[in-house]
Each structure stands twice: as structure tokens, then as C-alpha cells.
């Protein structure tokens, strides 16, 4: 079998960017060769290769975990089952972050619930400063530290542990947190891709998913300098009741963001003293 019928056969059961993967992780052919060498044979083996992996994604694996990476803000991410594949929604987060760090000359960050560590090595790489970030799963933590140093060049204080649990007594400039918050009518409703990805980094609690940001709302205050900057990610849906609850917990000067798709998908508030 050429490279071409290979192709051939894989796009008879999945679409031509899995398409593609797959027959780089079974070849080693990049994209470039894959078109260039379109006439080569295919080795028995990396043909068995690549069904098997054809028959991984077929049944609910997501792409990003077979290969082990996933690309992000122009970095190669290592991802598994223990991570939430990182999205380009949350890419407006990052963007976020870092239009507010440049008001300040050397923010002191803190990303929550970090999972691969996307947020935090894409911030720390762009700032040319690090980040310091933390998650409740021993072996997300594990992952994000391992991206981190192969991003940054540099050893990331990641700390395991709920939200602000290991940062007691420690204050920052900004606080930047992709939490979960979907409801579990919303995840229910989501495919098979999404429920081989941790649960625990998708359902928020509470009838409208919002009880983990509730609480990180409610206790970012402690852990913010005046002026410091508390910035989320969250449903397009739950916008304004985030903006509610910022207000409630003392926050000002209040502002969503839109993503590419053009629908509000960061929401941030500045902690002022009284």
C-alpha cells in the first residue's frame, strides 16, 4: 500500500487532520513528505500501525492524547488522559493576561487549576518571567511541570493542591484561572471526545456550574495585592452572573472578552482597597 491509499482508507473513517496524524505517528512522514512522497510504499507494520491507531480514535480517544501533544499559543504541549487538552478558546486568556501584565513592570502571576500548564508556560515563554501555578491532581501537576521546563527553560513552582490551598499567605498581581465550570446537563451533552478527558476538569458544581468559580471569587481577594487582577474563563452563558459575583466580592473596574468566535469567554475585576 502507497502512502496515497493509505490516505485513501483512513479518510474513508475519519476526517483529514486525523488523517494526517495518524499517518505521521505510523510513518514518520511530516505533512510536507506525506504530499511529496505520496507515492512510497508503506511498511506492513506502519500500515497495522496505523489502523490501530485509526481503531484507538474510532472508539472516543481523543487525537491529542494518542500522539501525546496538542499545540497551544505556539507551543507543543505534552497531554494525557490525567490533562485537559487545551483549547483555542482558552488562548483569550492568555491574551488576557497578558495585556494586563504589561500595565505593570514584573506582575507576580498565579494560574489555577493549571491542568497541562498551558496558561502558565505560554505566559511565563511570552513574559520572559515566571509564572507560578498549581492543580488539585497529583499527575496533571506532574505534566505541567514537565511542560513548563521544556517551554521556559526554566523549573516552575508548581504546587499540588485545591485552589488557593497552597499559596496560603501569598499575594499577586494577577490571578489567571481556566476552571472548570460546565453543568452536568451541559456536560452530559457534550461527545465522546470530551468525556475521555478528565471530568473533574469540566463540571463546576451547582446547578448552574458556577461553584468552583464562586468560590475562587470569593477568596481571590485575600490572595491579590490592591489593584490586583482576578481573570477567568468561563461559559459565554455565565457572563454576567461572574460579573455579579466579582462585584459582590469587592471587585471593579469589571470587563469581559470575546474569543475568535466572538462570544464572551474571559470576564476579569481589579481587587481596590478601601
Known amino acids: 500500500m502507497r502512502v496515497s491509499e493509505l490516505r485513501r482508507e483512513l479518510l474513508k473513517h475519519t476526517e483529514s487532520t486525523d488523517a494526517r ?60 488522559p490525567d490533562t485537559l487538552i ?31 500548564g498551558a496558561i502558565a508556560a505560554s505566559v511565563a515563554y511570552a513574559l520572559k518571567r515566571d509564572v507560578a501555578f498549581s492543580d488539585i491532581s497529583k499527575n496533571a501537576l506532574e505534566i505541567a511541570k514537565e511542560n513548563y521546563e521544556r517551554i521556559t527553560g526554566r523549573k516552575g513552582d508548581g504546587r ?66 490592591n489593584n490586583g487582577i482576578l481573570a477567568m474563563e468561563c461559559d459565554y452563558r455565565q457572563i454576567g452572573i461572574c460579573g455579579s459575583l466579582l462585584e459582590k466580592s469587592g471587585f471593579r473596574d469589571i470587563h469581559s472578552v470575546r474569543d475568535l468566535a466572538g462570544k464572551e469567554r474571559v470576564i476579569y475585576g481589579r481587587r481596590l482597597s478601601e
Open 21 to 80: 496524524i495518524i499517518i505521521e505517528l505510523a510513518t514518520g512522514l511530516n505533512d510536507v513528505k506525506q504530499i511529496t512522497e505520496s507515492g512510497s510504499d508503506v511498511s506492513k507494520e506502519a500500515e497495522k500501525k496505523a489502523f490501530e491507531i485509526l481503531e484507538m480514535r474510532l472508539s472516543g480517544m481523543p487525537m491529542a492524547y494518542i500522539s501525546g501533544e496538542k499545540e497551544f499559543y505556539g507551543h507543543s504541549f505534552h497531554v494525557t
Open 160 to 225: 499540588l493542591g485545591s485552589l488557593f490551598m497552597p499559596w496560603s499567605g501569598m499575594q499577586f498581581d494577577i490571578i489567571a484561572s481556566n476552571p472548570p465550570y460546565l453543568t452536568d446537563k451541559w456536560y452530559e451533552e457534550t461527545d465522546k471526545d470530551v468525556k475521555a478527558e478528565p471530568e473533574n476538569a469540566f463540571i463546576g458544581g451547582g446547578a448552574d456550574g458556577l461553584g468552583i468559580i464562586r468560590e475562587i471569587v470569593a477568596t481571590a481577594p485575600s490572595y491579590l495585592r
Open 86 to 116: 487545551p483549547r483555542p478558546d482558552t488562548e483569550t486568556l492568555v491574551d488576557t493576561v497578558l495585556k494586563l501584565a504589561a500595565e505593570s513592570e514584573s506582575p507576580e502571576i498565579l494560574d489555577l487549576c493549571t491542568g497541562s
